[in-house]
């Protein structure tokens, strides 16, 4: 924030308190990041093409070239997608995530593989310097299962592999709250 807008951008970096950054997601991946350090926010908005083309440590970069954040300060907040349970992609596309990590893919020799664009985005921050307790899966209190499935669960999200054309939006957004500590000559 704060610069002139690229023609497209799935990401966004500030330091500015009290200024909401939000990012979309209707099976797409809503990526929150946070440094309480340098108190620099983030946010992507994360499908299966932006996963491969690095969105997330795009967003992680930034925060650290433009305002200073060390990569071991930086959380990452996963929201809602699409799972692997109802994710395919044609062959050339899911041996690019493969690629990544072969547990990033399930039956590869399909003509339609599964795919983890979760798993996938987590690997490529771990991989990227985030530290693996610095990055969170969004998930639902009391609820044993940790994979919160967009296309599955229709009572709870938008999902346009569910639904098709005619789908909603989950939104996932981040601010920094403006500091009310008051030291003794503010007295």
């Given at each position: 924030m704060g610069k002139p807008a690229p023609d497209s951008y799935d990401g966004l970096v500030t330091?500015?308190?009290g200024v909401v950054i939000a990012a979309p997601g209707a099976d797409c991946m809503p990526l929150l990041f946070t440094d309480p350090v340098a108190k620099v926010i983030g946010v992507?908005?994360?499908g299966w093409r932006g996963t491969l083309m690095g969105i997330a440590m795009a967003t992680v970069k930034a925060m650290v070239s433009e305002f200073g954040s060390r990569t071991a300060d930086i959380v990452c907040v996963i929201g809602p997608s699409v799972g692997p349970c109802c994710f395919t992609l044609e062959q050339d596309s899911?041996?690019?995530f493969?690629?990544?990590h072969p547990d990033c893919v399930r039956h590869k020799d399909s003509p339609s593989p599964y795919v983890d664009i979760r798993l996938t985005t987590r690997i490529l921050l771990e991989r990227g310097g985030i530290k693996p307790?610095?990055?969170q899966d969004i998930r639902l209190p009391n609820k044993t299962d940790s994979m919160?499935?967009?296309s599955c669960q229709p009572e709870l999200?938008?999902?346009h592999v569910r639904d098709g054309i005619n789908f909603g939006t989950q939104i996932g957004f981040v601010w920094i709250k403006e500091s009310h500590d008051m030291n003794k000559s503010d007295h």
């Open positions: 330091n500015q308190v992507a908005h994360a899911a041996r690019e493969h690629a990544i307790e610095h990055i919160l499935c967009t999200f938008f999902s």
